[in-house]
């Protein structure tokens, strides 16, 4: 049992740890930016969503989405109006990563499957009543404070052509 809570402890340490140095880079740049904990994420674990009842960092950023730091990897989230995504971004957005695409009132209606086109993709949003949807993407937690920080800003940019 001392050997579990052990790698627990430093996996916590090192995913708060690095949820710090991130914000301190990210104020440091200049940009507004808030740490906070929240519960109800989810994680892929033997490729089965698992519901997480405790709380991982996630850092706000104003005006720009957030950037969550998980037990196995980062994700940055967007929220964009409807009216602001077309095929040409969202091509853009889909080569620089692998994305999720979903529902910003309700989290579970999901307009991407791997393999869609943009068009598949602008189809699925265009017939929803949702105002904003939500823009997921997942990067490496091994990844340097500067590598997370740049496809943070890349995608922020890729979003506001």
């Known amino acids: 049992m001392d050997k579990m809570v052990q790698k627990m402890h430093a996996l916590l340490n090192q995913t708060y740890e690095l949820s710090r140095n991130v914000l301190e880079e990210l104020t440091h740049q200049g940009m507004q930016a808030t740490l906070k904990n929240y519960s109800g994420h989810y994680i892929k674990i033997n490729g089965q969503y698992e519901y997480q009842a405790y709380p991982i960092p996630v850092i706000i950023v104003e005006e720009v989405g957030d950037i969550g730091i998980n037990l196995n990897q980062i994700h940055f989230e967007f929220f964009v109006k409807k009216e ?19 529902g910003g009132k309700n989290c ?54």
């Open 108 to 161: 579970l209606l999901d307009f991407y499957s791997k393999g869609d086109t943009p068009k598949q993709v602008m189809d699925k949003i265009g017939d929803s009543d949702e105002a904003y949807i939500g823009i997921a993407c997942y990067t490496n937690k091994e990844e340097s404070i500067e590598e997370i920080i740049t496809a943070f800003i890349r995608m922020r940019d890729l979003l506001k052509k």
């Open 84 to 102: 602001e995504l077309d095929e040409f971004k969202v091509a853009e957005l889909l080569e620089e990563r692998d994305l999720e695409f979903y």
